[in-house]
Each structure stands twice: as structure tokens, then as C-alpha cells.
């Protein structure tokens, strides 16, 4: 009851609701579960950004009372890199789809990883295109049926972790909708740690992606997340065959790199701009 | 020639360098004064000097010729005063980090041409719907598609104006000359903050790489405008109010004002909305803005033209083609006149109409197969006789085919 207060705090319930999304989706555990986070951590509402791109995840940022912008399709990470390096001392936080972030946004996911600009990014995974329908998304597995492949997805998948990890991202983490003190505490990591931070979350969407390959009630793919997330620590202690079929959560990589901003205020002075 | 070999021996003309901006800085200071100093440069330089005097606070582009200059001079200026200068993957990439930048309250700006002017028009329109101040500079060259990097056309003049889905009105300012690339920068600011809205500057290639000598104002010689912020506590604030201009007073995120901003139709708090009487009403208003500014927006010149029987209408560098072309008529006894347009979109109606009442015929010349002509006959209207003069084969029109014109016409 506690939490729920806490969480209707942030709302913007007097404007925009009921929401958009089925009964049963898991985009709602994550927005409590961000709202949390920016809590716990004490962050002035004034200063805190929510950027959305277009999908299901991108209807978020119109429920929470925070600066938010709902931008265009896979194009969230550009416009939140002129914020943050307009104004750095905002916190700002990207919410994604799969399709949003890996397929139209692939290139502006991979370079704003590589920039490495304080960037919160959380990437919603569904393993397809829910809002649309349900078409195949480059994280669908393979041989999954949806409404653009009938007979079975045929495309390998993107490891959206691995992406962003490979893209040269400081911090890689990947939770689910159903560990949900889990992806409170790795939100709050992702939003303190100091550049691009990319957090996968695996969701599922029954209506569209389980419905079509016979996985059950929201329940049941919950059920199957629970049963099938390993930890980092005891995923690595894992033979190859005892990890088929395993998703690894946790924080997957933290680095150190140089930060975008704090690069850039070297290029100011550099410049003789220096206040 | 002489003379200004001459002046530039004296020290009066000095071309910046762009490779030393402390060492320019310090000698732009050093010979300082109220009139400004005499440059010799390019118009994408001139550009650049213009955004900066309007307080350009963030550029975002990708390099693509003929407008790489303006990223180039601005990634030393840019930073050299404060501001932030990033090249992004793409032009997607820089027209959404623009529209962030000036969301977080800084002036912004990017560059590009064709090809990347094509990437823009899914975020121009964002710009657009969100009403987020932002300037585009396009330095035309030819197309189709890669078409023809280094030379010169005017052949986006439509894409300038319906480039994007949907109905909207956009500002499109043309300059012809150095010196009006730089006031027409600020010009293109001034009205994106006043009206809220992302500013075309159609260049082209020829206007944009030319160099002509020009007196840089110590401060910008154009009163610079910002956006109007909210006056109102926080909670009275309706972002985007149907206020009596049309524009509704800017926040930016960080200034304690928090809000919705999206590219779905929304209502005046700017939440998406799908009631009809809401949706009308905003798009009513996206559109009247643009069309209640038009006296102030719509930029023309004339020259000429009291008595004149034939009218060159034209714009860009086409322009000074057709000034000599006039002169040189003129000598030869014709009854020409000149109209240039400054201002493209929203089109001069007004103009065409007077001048289709009282000339025989209105010759458009353009770099491109007929792009604007088009709309000078849809306001003259069968009054006169409207005559295109295209060229597309990567080349200026030449005074001499305009005069060639001009005589025929008569």
C-alpha cells in the first residue's frame, strides 16, 4: 500500500488516465518501478527528463510528472543527447521498446553508446512489435510465430545487452518485470552511474507475441521468467549447455570510461569558452 | 579588383581563420569597433557569424558538402563562446538533438543539403507539431539523390515546404549574397523563437561558397529575439494555451515547469487527444500562426518595377543573374523590373498579385525544371503572362539568358 502512495505521487492522474496498455503488461511494473528509484534517490522532479521513442514504452512518459518528451520512432536517444548536453545537470531517462531501440533506432543506440553521454537508457523488451500487432522486432527468437511470420521468424536475434556492451556503453544490465526489487535497484544504478547506461528489461506482450505462440496468460510468462533467470554470479559458473534456454540478469558490465559532458567542458576550455 | 587587393594589403579586409579562433578572436577584439569589422568571406561563414550574433547555443549536424563549412567553423567557434557543438550519425540524429537542445532552453541549429535535408523532414516535423524554435540551414545542390554534391540548384524549394506528412505552415528565408546569409540567420531565429517553430535558410551552393567582402557588426545589426517564457507560476501554466498570437509562452525543461511535449496532436496541456473539437482547434492554430505573421514574415525587393512591363521574379543566387540581366535591358531601353523574394514560404501572394496587375509578363528563373513558377501562376492568376527559365544541367542561369528572356518576352 506503502509503495502504491509512493507511486501515485508521480502520476499525472488527474489528466491521463486510464493508460493505453492491456491488463497484465509489464511496461506498468517497470514505470513504478522507475518512479521508485528516482525516489529513493531523492531527485528533484524539476530536473529529472523522461524521453520516450514510439511503441507501447513510448506511451510512458505522458503518466509520470517529470519534464518528459514523446519523440519519433527509434529517435529517443538523439533528442535526449541535445538535452543532457545542452543542459547536463538534468537527469535524463530514455524508455524503449526492442523495436524502437535495435531496429529504427540501431544506429543512434549503437553511437550513443560509443559517445558515451550520461545517459539512463531502458530498453523494454517484448520480443516484438506490440503496438502494431505484433510483428516480428531483431529480438524475436527465432522460429517464433507473429503476425509478419506465419511460419516462423527466420531472422537471428539481437542480444541487446551484447549490443550496447559491444557499442562501448559504461554500464550493461539486464532485469525482468517479474524481479521487480531487482530492477528498482538497477534503475537506481543505471540513473547514479556516470555515462551511457543501458538496461535491458525483459517484459513480455501476451497479447500479441504469446497469444500466437501459445505461452499462456500474462501469469504464465511471468512464471517462465522466474524459472528461466539466472544471476550474473551463478549464470558464469554455467556450462554452455546448462545456460540453453537461460536468460542472464544482473549487471552484466561497468566500466569507466570518459563521460560525453565532462569531455566537452575540456573542449570548451580547450577553446578558450571557459566562464 | 585593385582596391581590394589594395585594402587587404592595408589590413582592412581580413578573411577569419577558422583553424586559430583565440588567436582570431584576439584580433577580431583588437580592431573592434561601432561599425564592425570588414571580413572577406564565404556564406556559410557569414551564416555561422549570423548565428552566433542571434546566440546560437548548440549545433548538431553531419557533415555533407556544401554546407560542411558551417559545421566545421562552428565545432572552434561554438565551444570558443560557451556553446556545444556535437556531430551526430546522421541527420536524423542532428535534427532530433537540436530540437532536445532548444527544448533545454538553448538556441539551436543545424546545417546540411539535399540528401540530409531529406533525413531532417521526419524530425522538422516533430519540431513542428511540438512548436520547438529551431533553424535549418540547407545549402541546395543538385538532386535527385546524391544528384550533384558541388553544384549549384535550387531544386528544393517544394521539398522546403511539403517535405513533411500532414498539414503545416513552415518559414523559408532565401538568401543571394554573403551579407544576407549572415542577416538572414538572424532573421531565421528571430522568427523561430517568436514563433515557435523550426526556420528554413535555403541557400545554395553557389551563395554559400561564394566570398565577398562584408562589414561584420560589432553586435548584431537586427534587434536578436528570444522566446517568451512562461510568466505564471507553475501550476497556472497551460503549455500550449491558444493564446490571442497563437504562440503559447516556452519552458524549458530544468526552468521548474513540468510538461508533456509530443509529436501526437495534443490538447492545450499537451496530452495527446483525439477529440475532434481539440484536434481543429490545435491545427487550426499550428497554421494560423504562420498565416497571421505573414506581413511581418514575407520579405521582398524591388527594383525597377514602377514602370516596368516585364518582371524578373527570383530568389538565391538566380537573383544576381537577374539584377544584371535588368541593368542590362534597361540599357537597352526594355521596360524590366526586378522582384526578388527573401522570404519563399509563406509565398508572397500579396506581391504576385499587384505585380500580375500592372506587367505583361513575369519571367522565374530557376535553378530546377519549375518549382516556384508554378506558384506565381496559381496567384497571377491568367493577369499576366508567366514565363519560366530553367536550368538543371548543374550550372547558373547566366545574365545573358535571362536578357535573352527578357527581349523575347517583349
Known amino acids: 500500500m506503502e509503495r502504491t502512495k509512493l507511486v501515485h505521487k508521480y502520476l499525472r492522474s488527474e489528466k491521463k488516465f486510464p493508460h493505453l496498455w492491456c491488463p497484465g503488461c509489464g511496461d506498468g511494473i517497470l514505470m513504478g518501478a522507475m518512479i ?10 524539476d530536473n529529472v527528463v523522461v524521453v520516450s521513442g514510439i511503441g507501447c514504452s513510448g506511451r510512458l512518459p505522458v503518466y509520470v510528472d517529470f519534464n518528459t518528451l514523446h519523440t519519433t520512432h527509434g529517435r529517443a536517444l538523439s533528442f535526449a543527447t541535445g538535452i543532457k548536453l545542452a543542459n547536463p545537470k538534468l537527469t535524463v531517462i530514455v524508455v524503449m521498446g526492442d523495436g524502437d531501440a535495435t531496429a529504427i533506432g540501431g544506429n543512434h543506440f549503437i553511437h550513443t553508446a560509443r559517445r558515451n553521454i550520461d545517459l539512463c537508457a531502458i530498453v523494454i523488451n517484448n520480443n516484438v512489435y506490440g503496438m502494431t500487432g505484433g510483428q516480428y522486432s531483431p529480438t524475436t527468437p527465432m522460429g517464433a510465430k507473429s503476425a509478419t511470420s506465419a511460419f516462423g521468424n527466420i531472422e537471428r536475434p539481437f542480444d541487446i545487452c551484447e549490443l550496447a556492451r559491444g557499442s562501448g556503453a559504461s554500464w550493461v544490465a539486464r532485469g525482468t518485470v517479474y524481479h521487480v526489487p531487482m530492477l528498482d535497484n538497477l534503475i537506481m544504478s543505471a540513473i547514479t552511474k556516470k555515462g551511457f547506461c543501458m538496461l535491458e528489461v525483459a517484459a513480455y506482450c501476451h497479447t500479441t507475441f504469446g497469444r500466437r505462440n501459445k505461452l499462456g496468460k500474462p501469469t504464465d510468462m511471468m512464471r517462465w521468467m522466474r524459472d528461466n533467470s539466472v544471476r550474473t554470479e551463478a549464470f558464469q559458473k554455467l556450462s554452455d549447455e546448462e545456460r540453453m534456454g537461460k536468460m542472464e540478469i544482473g549487471i552484466l558490465a561497468d566500466f569507466d570510461y570518459p563521460e560525453y559532458c565532462e569531455m566537452y567542458d575540456e573542449v570548451i576550455r580547450k577553446s578558450g569558452g571557459g566562464a | 579588383m585593385e582596391k581590394k587587393a589594395t585594402e587587404r594589403k592595408n589590413g582592412k579586409i581580413k578573411a577569419p581563420s577558422r583553424q586559430q579562433p583565440q588567436r582570431k578572436a584576439k584580433r577580431a577584439a583588437a580592431s573592434k569597433s561601432d561599425a564592425g569589422q570588414i571580413v572577406l568571406i564565404s556564406g556559410n561563414e557569414a551564416c555561422v557569424e549570423g548565428a552566433l550574433a542571434a546566440g546560437l547555443g548548440f549545433f548538431a549536424g553531419y557533415p555533407i558538402t556544401p554546407a560542411t563549412e558551417i559545421s566545421e ?12 557543438f556535437i556531430q551526430m550519425e546522421d541527420e536524423i540524429a542532428s535534427m532530433a538533438a537540436i530540437i532536445g537542445a532548444s527544448i533545454a532552453g538553448l538556441k539551436s541549429m543545424t546545417a546540411t543539403s539535399g540528401p540530409g535535408f531529406s533525413l531532417m523532414q521526419e524530425n522538422i516535423g516533430f519540431g513542428t507539431i511540438a512548436e520547438v524554435p529551431c533553424v535549418v540551414v540547407n545549402v541546395m545542390r543538385g538532386g535527385p539523390s546524391t544528384g550533384l554534391p558541388t553544384n549549384p ?3 528544393d524549394v517544394m521539398q522546403a515546404r511539403w517535405g513533411r506528412h500532414g498539414d503545416q505552415r513552415i518559414i523559408v528565408l532565401c538568401p543571394n549574397s554573403v551579407e544576407e546569409c549572415y542577416t538572414l540567420t538572424i532573421k531565421a531565429f528571430n522568427f523561430s523563437e517568436k514563433y515557435r517553430t523550426p526556420v528554413i535558410l535555403l541557400m545554395d551552393e553557389i551563395v554559400g561558397h561564394m566570398r565577398e567582402k562584408m562589414t561584420l557588426p560589432a553586435e548584431a545589426n537586427i534587434p536578436v529575439v528570444n522566446r517568451v517564457k512562461p510568466s505564471v507560476p507553475p501550476e497556472w501554466h497551460i503549455p500550449y494555451e491558444n493564446t490571442p498570437t497563437g504562440v503559447p509562452p ?6 521548474g515547469y513540468r510538461y508533456h511535449i509530443t509529436g501526437l496532436v495534443h ?6 487527444t483525439q477529440r475532434q473539437d481539440e484536434i481543429k482547434e490545435f491545427i487550426t492554430r499550428l497554421t494560423t500562426k504562420i498565416e497571421k505573421a505573414r506581413r511581418e514574415l514575407i520579405m521582398v525587393e524591388t527594383e525597377f518595377i514602377d514602370d516596368a512591363k516585364v518582371a524578373v521574379l527570383s530568389y538565391g543566387s538566380t537573383s544576381r543573374s537577374a539584377r544584371r540581366a535588368v541593368t542590362m535591358a534597361r540599357k537597352g531601353g526594355s521596360k524590366a523590373g526586378i522582384v526578388r523574394l527573401l522570404t519563399l514560404w509563406p509565398f508572397p501572394v500579396r506581391a504576385v498579385q499587384r505585380l500580375s496587375e500592372h506587367v505583361d509578363a513575369i519571367i522565374v528563373p530557376e535553378m530546377n525544371q519549375g518549382q516556384l513558377v508554378g506558384e506565381v501562376e496559381r496567384h497571377a492568376c ?3 503572362s508567366v514565363v519560366p527559365l530553367n536550368r538543371f544541367d548543374g550550372a547558373m542561369i547566366e545574365p545573358e539568358e535571362i536578357l535573352h528572356a527578357i527581349l523575347e518576352v517583349e
Open chain 2, 73 to 84: 567553423v562552428l565545432s572552434t567557434r561554438l565551444p570558443a563562446v560557451g556553446g556545444k
Open chain 1, 36 to 45: 521508485r528509484a528516482i525516489d529513493r534517490l531523492g531527485l528533484d522532479q
Open chain 2, 267 to 272: 490538447d492545450q496541456h499537451g496530452f495527446p
Open chain 2, 250 to 255: 516556452m519552458a524549458a525543461f530544468g526552468d
Open chain 2, 382 to 384: 491568367g493577369r499576366c
Open chain 2, 153 to 155: 540548384a535550387q531544386g
